[in-house]
């Protein structure tokens, strides 16, 4: 088992920053892949992007490439999604998710954490 806690959201004016982070604990030596999607009021979860944990290649949607980056500290367990030129509609409860396996279907979630941009 892979136990994850999201952290770092909140409110952040169109155009500002923000970073959020993924704290793994378990069982983590099984991390294949780490994962960030969004769910918008009214709206189905997303895909945001995915880091594959120990070759560090990472994968992005279309709609944050050039201003979100995903990033991955395998010493402290931790994976990371800075955020930059937020948009109004980047607005959405952001879960970070691990699987074992590959980086397209995620076995383990964490509870999500609330980013509001402002416009």
């Known amino acids: 088992q892979v136990q994850l806690v999201e952290s770092g959201g909140g409110l952040v004016q169109a155009g500002g920053s923000l970073r959020l982070s993924c704290a793994a604990s378990?069982?983590?030596?099984?991390?294949?892949?780490m994962g960030w999607f969004r769910q918008a009021p009214g709206k189905e979860r997303e895909f945001v992007a995915a880091?594959?944990?120990?070759?560090?290649?990472?994968r992005a949607a279309d709609s944050v490439k050039g201003r979100f980056a995903i990033s991955r500290d395998i010493v402290k367990n931790t994976g990371y999604l800075q955020m930059t030129s937020l948009k109004p509609e980047d607005t959405a409860v952001y879960y970070c998710?691990?699987?074992?396996?590959?980086?397209?279907?995620?076995?383990?979630w964490g509870q999500g954490t609330g980013v509001t941009v402002s416009s």
């Open positions: 998710a691990a699987d074992d396996r590959n980086w397209y279907e995620y076995k383990y």
């Open positions: 880091v594959r944990w120990r070759l560090s290649s990472t």
């Open positions: 378990g069982r983590t030596s099984s991390i294949y892949a």
